[in-house]
């Protein structure tokens, strides 16, 4: 009993070091751009302008810190009734400035980084495309606001993502799939987030590792390739089957097509903490509509 409550004394004691020091020394993070962001203590006024960042935020268990998101972030119930400060593409520079964001956590991609940077806001640029990124990004999340053991997240991520690719049958690894992440024919490569699950899970992705993440394919590809299963979210649905040849696919022809709704989409393209459900949404398709 001595050694076990002196034992958690030194946890406790290590705790509380390595909370001092990062008070001490404020926060030093640097973003995806390669740039280096100090802040004097943990923000607690935070604007966050990506999904799976807000996700992230309140998994780590500081959702309350929030002050205003994007207009797609949904998730958790908390952060819907937010104020909404635009999209990634479009924030809205005055009402993130009138919400006094201690930082702002927005995409690499986004187009107000520069802009809100030079108005004197702190701005995290961090852009996850595949899971190691994800992982990372959870983990700097973890440092600036102060949650030491933020790896857990990832950590539960794994063994649920172990856990779905298990409750699949052998037959699984033999289907050759084509997932269509959004509208305009952007699909999920072998070196995406969406990607690396596929290959978890135990499919094969028709989609070559040299056209990279995300790239934009031509239609006539998808019916080169014949996919056993495609699966597709009900915002990009529409018109499928007008596509040139697509009909005389096996998988339109058989019915092997996963319609995902609104907010399976929104769990499957999101590198964040639901990516354990992400994987078990993608099993219940493979399980559905893929196998005989």
């Known amino acids: 009993m001595k050694h076990l409550a002196f034992g958690r004394w030194l946890s406790a004691a290590a705790l509380l070091v390595w909370v001092g020091a990062l008070h001490a020394a404020g926060i030093q993070l640097t973003d995806d751009r390669g740039v280096t962001v100090t802040l004097a203590q943990s923000p607690q006024r935070i604007v966050s302008l990506l999904p799976s960042l807000t996700e992230t935020v309140c998994e780590l268990g500081r959702c309350e810190r929030l002050v205003g998101v994007d207009r797609y972030s949904n998730h958790p119930a908390f952060v819907r009734g937010l104020p909404k400060a635009g999209g990634g593409i479009d924030p809205n520079i005055e009402a993130i400035v009138a919400l006094r964001p201690d930082v702002v956590l927005m995409a690499t991609s986004s187009r107000g980084v520069q802009r809100l940077e030079a108005l004197g806001l702190k701005v995290l640029a961090m852009e996850p495309k595949n899971s190691a990124d994800a992982q990372r990004v959870m983990g700097k999340l973890g440092q600036l606001l102060e949650v030491p053991d933020a790896d857990r997240i990832w950590r539960a991520i794994d063994a649920g993502v172990a856990a779905a690719a298990q409750s699949l049958p052998p037959g699984a690894r033999s289907l050759r799939v084509y997932y269509e992440v959004s509208t305009g024919g952007y699909a999920a490569g072998t070196q995406s987030f969406i990607g690396e699950m596929m290959?978890?899970?135990?499919?094969?992705?028709?989609?070559?590792?040299?056209?990279?993440?995300?790239?934009?394919?031509?239609?006539?590809?998808v019916v080169r390739a014949n996919p056993d299963l495609i699966m597709i979210g009900s915002r990009n649905v529409q018109g499928m089957d007008q596509r040139p040849g697509w009909r005389g696919m096996r998988a339109l022809r058989e019915q092997r097509v996963c319609v995902f709704t609104e907010a399976e989409s929104d769990v499957l393209v999101r590198p964040g903490p639901r990516m354990a459900e992400a994987a078990r949404v993608m099993a219940r398709c493979i399980t559905s509509k893929g196998l005989p």
Request: hydrophobic share 35%; charged share 15%.
């Open 199 to 221: 290959a978890r899970l135990g499919v094969q992705n028709i989609i070559t590792p040299d056209l990279g993440p995300f790239p934009r394919i031509n239609p006539e590809y």
